[in-house]
């Protein structure tokens, strides 16, 4: 009997400790969210979304350049890296054991751990460079070459766990397998991919270190993708660095602004899971 | 009449070097129920999937031997024919999951993009969900996407799916395997009354099954074929010893 | 499935019991008009038919069985419906039985005018008309009902074994033909007892009761 207490005891301990343990994971989370929204909220009005920076000593000013930007710069990358990646995503879950599939695969992981910042390295040496200019499309690049594993992985992993009977069904009807891929599979894994490619994106808009290199930034609007842009993650690294005190606000409201738009993508993409989720 | 819509003659089947099917030679009467029997891993849904051409799918598939349909071998006609007139339902239920009921009913025109007029659509639909016995069920509910439904009556939508192409012949790999004893009895009792307009052709592992709803039955052991008749005389007074032995449950 | 199954086999036994019926009335018939022609007929004709009835019905019993593993009430009556089989060929055995006796009766001066036989002969025939319409009407107190009525037969047997002794002491030539009467009477008890045994597998089937060897002491 007293066996059996000392174990209705522990166990309670147990479940206890795990409790606070899951708690306290979140607490580095909502203190972030808290200094963040703390610091950054005070200097957030219309204005700041409206105008672009002032010069230094000058009140006011915004970061409408950098939004811009940041959506310009993460949509070429969006562009270049999503059918690629879908389409590589496909590839390796249909062949889940060939030769190249394997070398593929491993390729993916590969370029997955390289840090950002040699991708910034590299797309500074061969396209700005060669371009003799920073530019936004070399900035999209390297966004488009970080994004690239993180898409393929989620599309891989997407369809790798349709079943295969939903393929069978459509050979037994007749259908063609390119169609197949096309009308059956691909509809069936949509919500992950769209999903897959939305966590991406949220990833790539924070992105600093390969930008440094290659978009640069820029305190006008601009929008010809061949010069230089600035997007919000490089105002923050920017401001913050400066030795103004004004700057460091606008810092700390954009990174605020950055946070609600990965926060947004983050819980859209949660939403597009969970609405669109395929039962089978 | 009794006439032969397919025959199998000297076929043999496999994954590379491993032979999965021996020389099998049978074949199937029109408008008859013919069931495939035999212990697991004795070929049974590798000799179905041959049938339609799935077979080839699996990586190292080889053949050898000849399956006519109408007299003709269907490994000298395109697969995708050969796949419309050979409809195929699996062992577990399969329905699209991104499309209604009724885009899952013609899922195999809208998938081949052959295009039809609505009426000649809403025919089809109605016409193959009526012989599939699921009209009723589902009649309020057309445009709800087919995973909402229980296992038998996803089943029975993948057989209408099958029906709706008109095929000559639907195979049927145990489609009740996953099913509970109520749509398990519902799909047996659908079969009877579709061979009066189809042939079947129907794996199972379930001996009570085969000798329930068969007309003539194959048993296979081990990639051959060891007893193929009427069904009403195969599990009477089997011919074969092994046949004998697997009726009367000492392997399998 | 089974259900239709049983309902064909159950047809074809009403109509081997008809035969049957037909077979056993007409033995005793033939006897009391002379008519060699239809005592032939029947041992020639209607009897190998009953036999040919007989295997088919089998033959649709183990098929069914081998096929559908019937359980409880279906296994019950396929059970029961195999039984009546062999009981009702066993009658018509018993009417062709009686049929040779006649022949050999009809060419031969009467022993005795037949009184006992033909209403022995017509309880048997009823019992066998009732037992089958209780099977087809699935009725367990009209076979009971049946079962009983069994004595009244033995009873007549006996009195008819009994007379038949006095004519054989006082004239020995009379044995030959008292032996054939005897015969058919024996044959109609015969028939009378399969009947009573066909009742008791209706009670079977219908209630899944067995009540063979202890009919009588049900109060119902």
Redesign the interface.
Known sequence: MRQLKKRIVKDFFFSLIIIVMAFSACIPLFLILGFIIKNGASSINLDFFIHLPKPVGEQGGGILNAIIGTFIITGIAFLLATPLSILAGIYLSENR?NAFSEILRTSVDILSSIPSIVIGIIAYLWIVKPMKTFSALSGGIALAIIMLPVVIKSTEETFAII?Y??K?????????YY??IL??IL??G?SGVITGTLIAISRIAGETAPLLFTAFGNPFMNLNLTKPMNTIPLVVFNYTTSPYEQWHKIAWAAALVLLIIVLTLNIFSRIISKKWK??? | MESQILKIENFSAGFGKCLVLKNIDFSVEQNRITAIMGPSGCGKTTLIRCI?R?HE?S?GAVFSGKILLHDEDIYSINP?????KI??V?Q?P?????MSIYENVI??F????IKLKKGERDHIVVNSLQKAGLWEEVKDNLHR?G?FLSGGQQQRL?IA??LA?NPDILLLDEPTSSLDPKSTLLI??LM?ELKQSITILIVTHNI?QA???SDYVAFLYLGELMEFGL??EV??APKNKKTEEYLTGKFG | ??ENRLKEIKQKLIEFSLLTEKIIDGSIKFLLSKESSGLKHIIEIDEPETNELELEIEEMC??AI????PKASHLRTILMILKINNDLERMGDHAVNICESALFLIERPDLKPLIDIPRMADEATKMLNDSIKAYIEQDPKMAKDVCRRDENVDNLRNQILRELITYMINDPSTIERALHLLRIAQNLERIADLSTNVCEDVVFMVEGKIIKHHHGADPD
């Open positions: 054991k079943p009977g939903l069978e069904a459509s050979f037994a009807l007749g259908v063609p169609r197949t009308k059956v509809p069936a949509l395929v039962k089978f | 339609n799935m799918f990586p995708i024919i050969v796949r419309r409809g195929m699996f577990r399969n329905p699209f999951p991104t899922s195999g809208i998938l081949n993009g996407r995973t993948c799916r099958a192409m047996e009792q009877e009570a000798a329930r709803i069904s009403k599990f009477t | 499935m089974i183990i098929e081998a096929q559908f593993a």
